[in-house]
């Protein structure tokens, strides 16, 4: 799976030999949907998104782009590479590139801030967007990224929360509290660990919320003194756990998806990951054991969305929001929910969708090993401002990973 993204191309359409002109942002604005559509037709979208999940990259090219192919003449171009997106736009700009190489982004919070912040990013466009009805924007995890209000620069294209997964064959109870996975870490030495990368730190953000005064403390902009004081409390709480860790904490696995091979291969008795949805999906593609079980703290975990964006440079903004119209439909959100496709929480607010729509989302979103999302929602958290994942991610490493 690696090698084929490597090869960074899905060729799935007809061949067209007709290549318009790219669309002035006038002539765009004045389209209506089905001329949108209609300019599509054709073309090829670089999409550059996360690729470390062999079940994503399936949706994408065994679902979603032959989908495309077939209803849009749209050709899709995979590229991995989304923990840079913002350095490559910067470097584009700087050379003086008129057209940005680039055409559709999956972007978190923090890279919607330096997007933002660099005016790179094509909008406001979700509304024009015929999906954008059936959207659940009265969810402050969907509407906000990272406290930042979307403005429709960015459409929302599944929503999910952190959890804890651990083998129950080796662990029992399950630790529900800082204090109480502490215990367990000491008690099992070498047998606990999380990653240096976006969950590894979604995760010590979640014991953020946890050391918190209330769960308003890390609520609206960045604050300098609120994130010391709970970067220092957990902190703390990591040097009293750090000899007890795999490899006594001396090293982290680079990224989730070294931490779910170790706890494949029993190396380790716990992972972790942002989507509740994925270790229903693990199970069932054999790539966890039956044993595996998901759990979020008590004392909270973050939920966020993960979105989608149109680089202002793109030469292929319709083809682009055509593509997002699509991952937005009622079929593409279904077939990503499903726990053996991937699990993938939706951004829909299904009630309002048509029959049989409800009816099959309900049935789709049962999961055996865990909690309901309503469940979870009770101890859902915001994500805090970008600037504190930034401040974190810095932090973290001079502290526990260059030392």
Not at 46 to 68: E, S
Not at 145 to 165: K, S
Not at 215 to 230: S, V
Not at 237 to 256: I, K, M, S, T
């Amino acid at each position: 799976m690696k090698h084929w993204l490597a090869a960074a191309a899905i060729a799935l359409s007809s061949a067209c030999t007709r290549t318009p002109p790219p669309l002035t942002d006038s002539a765009l604005a004045a389209m209506d949907w089905p001329q949108i559509e209609a300019a599509a037709r054709g073309r090829t979208v670089t999409f550059v998104m996360w690729t470390g999940d062999p079940a994503i990259n399936a949706y994408i090219a065994n679902f979603l782009a032959p989908r495309l192919a077939r209803q849009h003449d749209i050709r899709l171009r995979v590229v991995p590479g989304q923990a840079d997106i913002a350095n490559q736009v910067i470097a584009e700009r700087d050379a003086g590139r008129s057209a940005s190489s680039l055409d559709l982004l999956w972007i978190n919070g923090e890279t919607f801030f330096k997007l933002r912040q660099l005016q790179a990013l094509h909008g406001p466009f979700t509304e024009r967007l015929p999906n954008n009805r059936y959207v659940r924007w009265s969810d402050p995890t969907i509407a906000r990224d990272f406290q930042q209000p979307v403005e429709g620069y960015e459409m929302p294209w599944g929503n999910v929360q952190l959890l804890l997964i651990a083998d129950r064959e080796r662990v029992s109870p399950l630790p529900d509290t800082p204090a109480a996975l502490a215990d367990w870490i000491h008690a099992h030495p070498g047998r606990f660990s999380f990653d240096s990368g976006f969950t590894g730190l979604s995760f010590l953000k979640s014991l953020m919320h946890a050391f918190a005064e209330s769960p308003e403390a890390l609520a609206g902009p960045f604050d300098e003194a609120a994130y010391l004081r709970l970067r220092d409390r957990v902190f703390d709480w990591l040097r009293a756990v750090r000899a007890d860790l795999w490899r006594q904490g001396r090293n982290f696995p680079r990224d989730v998806a070294q931490l779910h091979q170790l706890f494949a291969a029993g190396e380790i008795d716990f992972t972790m990951s942002f989507n509740d949805g994925e270790v229903d999906n693990k199970i069932a593609l054999g790539q966890f054991p039956a044993s595996a079980e998901g759990y979020a703290l008590s004392t909270g975990m973050l939920r966020n969305s993960h979105y989608l964006g149109i680089p202002a440079k793109s030469r292929e903004r319709a083809a682009a929001m055509v593509v997002i119209n699509e991952l937005l439909s009622p079929e593409a959100q279904f077939e990503k929910l499903k726990p053996a496709v991937w699990g993938d929480g939706t951004v829909l607010d299904v009630e309002r969708l048509p029959a049989p729509w409800p009816a099959r989302f309900a049935e789709a979103a049962a999961r055996s090993r865990v909690p309901s999302r309503a469940a979870l929602a009770a101890i859902a958290r915001p994500e805090p401002a970008p600037e504190l994942m930034i401040r974190l991610e810095q932090d973290f490493r001079h502290a526990f990973v260059e030392n």
